[in-house]
C-alpha cells in the first residue's frame, strides 16, 4: 500500500494574516493554472499543508474553504488544556474552530527555544487525539547527539514518552503523522543524506509496529524535515519509509513549495 504523501510547510514566526492571505492565492492560482499539478491534488495523490503562525490561521481557514483545490490547514503549537488560565496559550479546541485539521507538537525550536519536556509533549499528544486533531509529532536528535552515535536511543526516547498513553484503538495511522527532523539539519543548508534519513524512518516505523502492530506501521506517515529545497527532495520522497517532508524556509516562497511539490510528484512516478 502507497501511503499518501504529505508536503507540509512550517512557517513558523513568518506572515500575518495579510501575507498569508496573498500566499494562499498565488498558491491556488498557480495550481489552478498547471492542470497536471491540479490533476495530483484533485486525486488526493498527494496532500498538501500549511502550518501559519495562530494569528493567520483564521484568514487561511476562510481562503481554504473557499477553493476547490485542497490544502490542510496546522498549527505550530497548542496547549493540553481546552480551557484555563494559561495565559499566552491556545488550546487545541481553538485552533479546530478555525479550521485546522493538524498540529505540530514537539518540534525542536520547541523543546530547545522554550525547554518544552518529553512529558508536556505527550501531554498535548494525548489531547490532540482526544479532540479529534492530528499532531504531527517531531523527533530528532542533536549534532552532539548524532555524533555519540546515539540517534536512535534519543528518537525512541522521545517516541515513547510522546505516545505514552496512546493505544492502538486511537487509529494512529490516520491520526497521528510523525516527522524525523534532525536539529542539525534544520536551516542549516545541511540536509541529512537520502541514506540516513532513510534509516531512521525505517527505525521509527519498526518502532512503531513493535509498539501498535503492522496495521499501524505500514499506515503512519513519517516525514523527513531539514533543509528541505527543489533540488533535494526528489531523492528524499524515492526512499521507501519516507513519506513526505516538513518544509521550513523553503515552503515560504509559493515557487520554491511548488518546485518541491513537483519534484515529489515526479518521484512517485
Ligand atoms: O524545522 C523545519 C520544519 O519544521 C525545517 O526547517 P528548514 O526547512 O528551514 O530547515
Request: aromatic share 6%; charged share 30%.
Amino acid at each position: 500500500m502507497r501511503r499518501v504523501p504529505f508536503l507540509a510547510g512550517n512557517w513558523k514566526m513568518h506572515k500575518g494574516p495579510k501575507e498569508t492571505k496573498e500566499y494562499i492565492v498565488e498558491l491556488f492560482e498557480a495550481a489552478a493554472k498547471d492542470t497536471s499539478l491540479k490533476g495530483v491534488l484533485k486525486e488526493n495523490k498527494v496532500e498538501l499543508g500549511i502550518f501559519p503562525p495562530f494569528v493567520s490561521l483564521e484568514t487561511a481557514g476562510r481562503e481554504i474553504a473557499s477553493a476547490d483545490i485542497s490544502l490542510s490547514l496546522g498549527a505550530q503549537n497548542m496547549h493540553w488544556e481546552d480551557s484555563g488560565a494559561f495565559t499566552g496559550e491556545i488550546a487545541g479546541k481553538m485552533l479546530m474552530e478555525v479550521g485546522c485539521k493538524y498540529v505540530i507538537l514537539g518540534h525542536s525550536e520547541r523543546r530547545h527555544i522554550f525547554g518544552e519536556s518529553d512529558e508536556t509533549i505527550g501531554k498535548k499528544m494525548n489531547k490532540a487525539l482526544e479532540i479529534g486533531l492530528k499532531p504531527v509529532l517531531c523527533v530528532g536528535e542533536t549534532l552532539e547527539e548524532r555524533d555519540e552515535g546515539i540517534t536512535e536511543f534519543v528518537v525512541k526516547r522521545q517516541l515513547e514518552e510522546a505516545l505514552r498513553g496512546i493505544r492502538e484503538h486511537e487509529n494512529i495511522k490516520d491520526n497521528i503523522v510523525i516527522a524525523y527532523e534532525p536539529v542539525w539539519a534544520i536551516g542549516t543548508g545541511r540536509k541529512a543524506s537520502d541514506e540516513d534519513a532513510q534509516g531512521v524512518c525505517a527505525y521509527i516505523r519498526k518502532f512503531i509496529e513493535e509498539s501498535f502492530g503492522s496495521t499501524a506501521a505500514e499506515g503512519i506517515r513519517i516525514l523527513y524535515g531539514g533543509s528541505v529545497k527543489p533540488d533535494n527532495a526528489k531523492g528524499l520522497m524515492e526512499q521507501k519509509d519516507i513519506d513526505g517532508a516538513l518544509i521550513g524556509g523553503a515552503s515560504l516562497d509559493v515557487g520554491t513549495f511548488l518546485g518541491i511539490i513537483r519534484n515529489t510528484i515526479e518521484a512517485l512516478q
